[in-house]
């Protein structure tokens, strides 16, 4: 995809058209914006005199709009709450499923939670790559103690199923992004 940037053009193209940021009017004019938009890209790399870089191209188009949608599927772009402690493993320890989270261990009587809910349900559109969602720790007792979790709010990053870094609520400083 990187070799052609025609290619990589059309493929950034796709990918801002899905997402979830972006202010619709209605479910249907979102399926008719992406169905004329599919269509303007296939018939640009149509226009195209290689027909192999077409069929790749289009190819890279259609994992691209799979990958989107399943993400979609996944609750990315959104903040969501899993009320499972086996779903909170599943979803944040084996990387398989999601290679970037962020994990709130929150609890109702803490009003520097609803803060943090409020920040991070803002990056959670704007970083539409990495899953983000909040857990009562009352729901997640086992999980809260492996994870040596004693001041809320808590916000934990995962890549690849191992946490990376910690932000609670006595931490003045703000993540490390470089590690």
């Known amino acids: ?24 009017r209605q479910d249907e ?12 890209l296939e018939e640009e790399i149509e226009n195209d005199g290689d027909a192999a870089l077409r069929e790749h ?28 402690e086996k779903e909170v493993v599943r979803v944040s320890a084996t990387g398989r499923h999601e290679p970037r989270c962020v994990v709130h ?5 803490f009003k520097r939670c609803e803060i943090m809910d409020k920040h991070l349900a803002l990056l959670a559109k704007k970083y539409f790559s990495t899953r983000f969602f909040r857990v009562f720790v009352e729901n997640v ?3 809260v103690e492996r994870l040596g979790i004693k001041v809320l709010p808590c ?20 993540f490390d992004l470089d590690d």
């Open 141 to 143: 007792p086992w999980l």
């Open 57 to 84: 191209g289009l190819d890279v188009l259609r994992r691209e709009m799979e990958r989107m949608q399943e993400m979609q599927k996944s609750n990315h772009g959104q903040y969501t709450e899993v009320m499972d």
């Open 105 to 109: 261990f929150y609890h109702t009587n």
């Open 155 to 174: 916000v934990i990053c995962f890549v690849d199923g191992t946490s990376k870094d910690r932000k609670n609520d006595d931490d003045d400083d703000v």
């Open 1 to 24: 995809m990187d070799s052609n940037p025609k290619i990589a053009s059309l493929a950034s193209r796709i990918v801002e058209s899905n997402r979830p940021d972006r202010h619709r």
């Open 29 to 40: 004019d979102d399926e008719d914006d992406t169905d004329a938009l599919f269509a303007e």
